[in-house]
Protein backbone atom coordinates (compact mmCIF):
# COMPACT_ATOMS: atom_id res chain seq x y z
CA UNK A 1 0.00 0.00 0.00
CA UNK A 2 1.43 3.35 -0.90
CA UNK A 3 0.06 6.50 1.37
CA UNK A 4 0.09 9.87 0.30
CA UNK A 5 -0.02 12.74 2.49
CA UNK A 6 -2.07 16.17 1.53
CA UNK A 7 -3.39 19.30 3.14
CA UNK A 8 -0.19 21.68 4.27
CA UNK A 9 0.23 24.78 3.56
CA UNK A 10 1.45 28.39 5.24
CA UNK A 11 -0.26 28.97 8.42
CA UNK A 12 0.28 31.98 11.04
CA UNK A 13 1.14 31.15 14.55
CA UNK A 14 -2.45 30.07 16.17
CA UNK A 15 -4.11 29.00 13.30
CA UNK A 16 -5.03 25.28 12.21
CA UNK A 17 -4.34 22.94 9.29
CA UNK A 18 -6.09 19.67 8.75
CA UNK A 19 -3.76 17.08 7.49
CA UNK A 20 -5.10 14.20 5.02
CA UNK A 21 -3.49 10.57 4.81
CA UNK A 22 -5.16 8.33 1.79
CA UNK A 23 -4.47 4.96 0.89
CA UNK A 24 -3.46 3.58 -2.25
CA UNK A 25 -6.06 1.08 -3.37
CA UNK A 26 -8.12 -1.22 -0.62
CA UNK A 27 -8.30 -0.40 2.18
CA UNK A 28 -5.46 0.12 4.79
CA UNK A 29 -3.48 -3.22 5.81
CA UNK A 30 -2.06 -1.41 8.67
CA UNK A 31 -2.97 -2.19 12.37
CA UNK A 32 -1.59 1.44 13.05
CA UNK A 33 -1.45 5.01 11.19
CA UNK A 34 0.59 7.14 12.05
CA UNK A 35 1.83 11.04 11.43
CA UNK A 36 5.49 11.68 11.45
CA UNK A 37 7.24 15.28 10.94
CA UNK A 38 10.61 16.08 10.02
CA UNK A 39 12.00 19.93 10.51
CA UNK A 40 15.19 21.11 8.20
CA UNK A 41 18.34 19.68 10.16
CA UNK A 42 16.39 17.40 12.44
CA UNK A 43 15.76 13.82 12.27
CA UNK A 44 12.08 12.14 12.01
CA UNK A 45 10.17 12.48 14.93
CA UNK A 46 6.61 10.62 16.20
CA UNK A 47 3.63 13.05 16.31
CA UNK A 48 0.51 10.94 16.66
CA UNK A 49 -0.33 7.43 15.72
CA UNK A 50 -3.69 5.81 15.81
CA UNK A 51 -5.09 2.31 16.07
CA UNK A 52 -6.66 1.66 12.37
CA UNK A 53 -9.24 -1.14 13.93
CA UNK A 54 -10.18 0.62 17.79
CA UNK A 55 -9.13 3.70 16.80
CA UNK A 56 -7.17 4.30 20.26
CA UNK A 57 -4.56 7.22 19.21
CA UNK A 58 -1.78 8.20 21.01
CA UNK A 59 0.49 11.95 21.15
CA UNK A 60 3.74 13.23 21.40
CA UNK A 61 3.92 15.67 24.26
CA UNK A 62 4.48 18.69 22.06
CA UNK A 63 1.64 18.31 20.25
CA UNK A 64 -1.19 16.79 22.88
CA UNK A 65 -4.09 19.04 23.66
CA UNK A 66 -3.69 20.96 20.16
CA UNK A 67 -3.27 18.23 17.52
CA UNK A 68 -6.29 15.31 17.12
CA UNK A 69 -5.80 12.33 15.35
CA UNK A 70 -9.18 10.68 13.84
CA UNK A 71 -9.89 8.23 11.44
CA UNK A 72 -12.69 7.45 8.57
CA UNK A 73 -12.97 3.80 7.57
CA UNK A 74 -15.46 4.69 4.63
CA UNK A 75 -12.74 6.51 3.12
CA UNK A 76 -9.86 5.18 4.10
CA UNK A 77 -8.57 8.52 5.14
CA UNK A 78 -6.38 9.40 8.77
CA UNK A 79 -6.32 12.58 9.46
CA UNK A 80 -4.57 15.37 11.91
CA UNK A 81 -6.67 18.46 13.05
CA UNK A 82 -3.76 20.70 13.89
CA UNK A 83 -4.73 23.43 16.29
CA UNK A 84 -3.18 26.64 18.12
CA UNK A 85 -0.26 25.87 15.25
CA UNK A 86 3.23 27.21 16.30
CA UNK A 87 6.56 27.99 14.89
CA UNK A 88 8.45 25.11 15.95
CA UNK A 89 5.48 22.93 13.91
CA UNK A 90 6.97 23.71 10.94
CA UNK A 91 8.02 20.52 9.52
CA UNK A 92 7.15 18.18 6.55
CA UNK A 93 4.70 15.93 7.81
CA UNK A 94 4.27 12.23 6.66
CA UNK A 95 2.21 9.83 7.19
CA UNK A 96 2.83 5.91 7.53
CA UNK A 97 1.41 2.16 8.41
CA UNK A 98 3.02 -0.47 10.87
CA UNK A 99 1.56 -3.69 10.35
CA UNK A 100 2.67 -4.36 14.72
CA UNK A 101 0.38 -5.16 16.28
CA UNK A 102 1.23 -3.16 19.54
CA UNK A 103 1.61 0.39 19.21
CA UNK A 104 5.60 2.11 18.35
CA UNK A 105 6.26 5.46 18.41
CA UNK A 106 9.19 4.33 16.30
CA UNK A 107 9.74 5.85 12.59
CA UNK A 108 11.53 2.06 12.61
CA UNK A 109 8.74 0.33 12.87
CA UNK A 110 6.26 2.03 10.18
CA UNK A 111 6.46 1.73 6.19
CA UNK A 112 4.64 2.55 3.43
CA UNK A 113 5.93 6.30 3.66
CA UNK A 114 4.48 8.45 0.92
CA UNK A 115 5.83 12.18 0.01
CA UNK A 116 4.92 14.38 3.08
CA UNK A 117 3.30 17.51 3.04
CA UNK A 118 4.87 20.63 4.08
CA UNK A 119 3.39 22.95 6.81
CA UNK A 120 5.05 26.12 7.93
CA UNK A 121 4.15 28.37 11.16
CA UNK A 122 4.67 31.91 10.64
CA UNK A 123 5.91 33.73 13.74
Known amino acids: VQLQASGGGLEPAGGSLTLSCAAS????????VGWFRQAPGKEREFVAT????????YYADSVKGRFTISKDMIKNTVYLQMDSLKAEDTAVYYC?????????????????WGQGTLVTVSS
Open 25 to 32: GRTFPCAY
Open 50 to 57: IRWGLGRS
Open 96 to 112: ACSSVSWVSLDPGRYGS
